[in-house]
C-alpha cells in the first residue's frame, strides 16, 4: 500500500492506475476509521481495482468553536485497517498541501446547505464542498463513496458533481449501527458510556418513527414531535429534528402531509459532543431493529 501527501504526485498516481483499466475509487474521510469507513472501502473495492483512502482533517469546514483541534487522529491504526482491507493508496496531505500560502479560491453551496447542519454550523458546507472538489478534481476519473450518515453532505456532494460536471460516480452506502442501533461515528469516542446510552435516545426516535409512518402515520407535526420529544428528554441540547424532501433537503412544515419517501434528520448533544442521525421514512429499516430482534431472542 503507497501511502503519499503530496497532492500532484497522489494525482500521478491515480492517472497511472487508471491508465492500466480497471478504475479507480476514492473514499474521502477525516481519519480515526471505523466499521463505518470500512464499509465504504469494502463499496468501493467492489467497484474498482485501484482503491484510495484520502485521510484529511479539513480545517475549512470546522467552525471556529468547533472540534477541529481534538478531532481525533489514529494515522498508525488507520493505515492497518486499510492494508488489512485492501486499499491501495492512502492520500494523507498536510493542511499546508491542500491550502497552500496564497490559495484563495473557496466554493459557495447554495439552498441544498441552507437548513439542518448548515443552519447551525455557518460555513460547514462550503468547506466540505471546497475539500471534496479538490480531492474529485486531484483523483480525476473515478467513483467516490461517501456515507449517507452524513445525509445532508451527501446531497450536497450530488449537487457539486452535477453543478461541476465533475466525472465522477457517486456511491452512497447506508449507516452502519452498533448492534443497539448506534450510528457509527468518529466522534462516539468522546462519549462516556452514560452519555452514550443516552445517545441511543437518537436512533430509538428515528427507529419511533420508522414504525409509526410504516402503521400509516403521514402528518408530519406528529411524526417530527414525537420524535422531538424521545431525543429531548435524553439530550442535554436538542439542535434540531426535522422532516425534509430527499433530494433538496428543504424542510417539510408540521401542517403537512408527508410524501412518500422523505427525511427525518436529528442532531444533538450530550457532554460536549454532538450527534447527527437520520432515516429516510418509506425506505429505510428502523435503526434500532437489530436491538429489538436480540432482546426478543434473548427472552425466547
Ligand atoms: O464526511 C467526512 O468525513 C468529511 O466531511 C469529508 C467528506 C471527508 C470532507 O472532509
Redesign the pocket.
Known amino acids: 500500500m503507497q501511502v503519499v501527501s503530496d497532492p500532484r504526485v497522489y494525482q500521478q498516481a491515480c492517472a497511472s492506475a487508471r491508465e492500466k483499466g480497471g478504475g479507480v475509487a476514492l473514499v ?3 481519519g480515526a476509521l471505523h466499521d463505518g469507513h470500512m464499509a465504504l472501502v469494502a463499496a468501493a473495492r467492489a467497484r474498482a481495482d485501484f482503491v484510495c483512502v ?1 485521510i ?1 482533517v ?1 480545517p475549512s ?1 470546522f467552525g471556529p468553536h468547533e472540534d477541529l483541534a481534538r478531532y481525533p487522529r489514529a494515522m498508525e491504526a488507520d493505515g492497518a485497517r486499510c492494508e488489512a482491507a485492501g486499499v491501495a493508496l492512502v492520500f494523507s496531505p498536510t493542511r499546508e498541501d491542500m491550502y497552500p500560502e496564497g490559495g484563495e479560491t473557496r466554493l459557495v453551496v447554495g439552498e441544498t446547505a441552507a437548513a439542518l447542519c448548515g443552519a447551525s454550523r455557518p460555513g460547514h458546507f462550503d468547506g ?1 464542498a471546497t ?2 472538489s479538490k480531492l474529485l478534481v486531484l483523483t480525476g476519473s473515478c467513483v467516490a463513496v ?2 449517507r450518515k ?1 445525509y445532508q ?1 451527501w446531497r450536497v ?1 450530488n449537487r457539486l458533481v452535477a453543478d461541476l460536471f465533475l466525472p465522477v460516480q457517486l456511491v452512497g452506502v447506508p449507516t452502519v449501527r452498533e448492534a443497539d442501533g448506534l450510528a457509527l461515528s468518529s466522534r462516539n469516542r468522546y462519549l462516556s458510556s452514560e452519555a452514550r446510552s443516552r445517545a441511543l435516545s437518537l436512533s430509538r426516535a428515528l427507529s419511533q418513527a420508522v414504525r409509526r409512518f410504516d402503521d400509516g402515520e403521514r402528518r408530519a407535526g406528529i411524526l417530527r414531535q414525537e420524535a422531538e420529544a424521545m431525543v429531548a428528554r435524553e439530550m442535554d441540547e436538542l439542535d434540531y429534528v426535522a422532516l425534509c424532501d430527499t433530494d433538496t433537503v428543504q424542510p417539510i412544515l408540521d401542517d403537512a402531509i408527508v410524501p412518500s419517501r422523505v427525511l427525518l434528520a436529528v442532531a444533538a448533544r450530550i457532554g460536549g459532543t454532538r450527534l447527527i442521525d437520520n432515516v429516510v421514512l418509506g425506505e429505510d429499516g428502523a435503526p434500532s431493529q437489530q436491538e429489538q430482534d436480540s432482546a426478543m431472542a434473548s427472552e425466547q
Open positions: 474521502p474521510t477525516m484520502s484529511f479539513n469546514q466540505v475539500i471534496v461517501f456515507g452524513d453532505q456532494i
